[in-house]
């Protein structure tokens, strides 16, 4: 039984340092300062980054030797988290003083992704204290949340929302077990907040299983789904188009260079569209990144300090 190699993540408070430095980058977005990379032919790259370890600029620092496009189109930062306010008996977005950190100074760790034409997504994992993506106890509740994820998104500048449902630790805090309802009313209320950013699934735990419910299926909703176990092959349980399924995932590191080469050449040979990596640090992989590259796009990796 292969598990999925995560850490856990804590605390945080809101710092105003960067706030002006965050209205002047909210235009970088859409527009203007730098050219982004050449295009490039062959499915999308995905790199999650911890970033209590490392910083999100590594993901900028691959481009493919022919031609110059960036090896990773989609950046996740990981992690924020959904805990539970007892006071309130209501889940809340938190972050923790690293993620807090990347986001107060989205002007030096986030832009400088989004003018190379990287998208920059938050995923959001559970914290152990019983608030999951799939116990909301009402419509209404789901959509508060729903809420919370979109205006951080829209506050720093953010390309979308990445869920993952571990480590939520259902029933804790007289919290309760997973419905079928909530995962639907999150999901749809976020795509109604956000209809242009990207909503992505790790697609682990009770809610991924909850994506239909009183007629509603939010599968088309998302914009990509990947496979969370690490060093292999496992098609996402969710009715979307191969251009958008990760079947493959990779720890940079932690996964062979011919595990993560066959891994991609399978890929392409299936006709997938998405290659999911995960912890990528400030070292340089370009050996190991190299292995993937040269079966996704036909070219080797350079890595840019």
């Known amino acids: 039984m292969f598990t999925p190699v995560r850490s856990r993540i804590r605390t945080a408070a809101l710092a105003l340092s960067a706030i002006m430095a965050l209205a002047l980058g909210a235009t970088a977005t859409t527009g203007a300062a730098a050219a982004p990379a050449p295009a490039k032919q062959g499915p999308t790259s995905v790199a999650y980054v911890e970033v209590n370890n490392n910083s999100m600029l590594n993901v900028g620092k691959y481009t493919l030797a022919n031609g110059g496009g960036n090896v990773f189109d989609v950046a996740v930062i990981f992690a924020a988290n959904i805990n539970y306010n007892t006071g ?58 729903a809420k919370q994820l979109s205006d951080t998104v829209a506050k720093y500048g953010l390309d979308g929302i990445d869920f993952d449902d571990e480590y939520a630790d259902y029933g804790n805090n007289g919290t309760g077990q997973p419905n079928a309802s909530s995962f639907v009313y999150l999901v749809s209320a976020l795509r109604a907040n956000m209809p242009d950013k990207i909503i992505s699934l790790y697609n682990i735990g009770p809610a991924a299983s909850r994506l239909s419910y009183g007629g509603v299926d939010v599968s088309s909703k998302f914009d990509y789904a990947w496979n ?47 290659y999911l990596t995960y912890n990528l640090d400030g070292a340089d992989r370009s050996a190991a990144v190299s292995a993937f590259t040269r079966e996704l796009y036909g070219s080797d990796a350079h890595y840019t300090p």
Do not use: C, M
């Open 88 to 145: 309130t008996k209501a889940a809340t977005l938190y972050f923790n003083e690293n993620v807090q950190r990347v986001l107060d100074n989205a002007a030096t760790q986030i832009r400088p992704l989004q003018q190379k034409g990287i998208k920059v997504v938050l995923s959001v994992l559970g914290n152990h204290q019983g608030a999951g993506f799939a116990n909301f106890p009402s419509q209404q509740a789901a959509s508060t949340f």
């Open 228 to 274: 969370p176990y690490y060093g292999t092959w496992q098609v996402p349980g969710i009715a979307l188009p191969k251009s958008k399924l990760s079947p493959a995932a990779v720890e940079i590191g932690g996964t062979s260079q011919g595990t993560a080469a066959d891994l991609a050449r399978r890929t392409v040979d299936e006709g997938y569209g998405v």
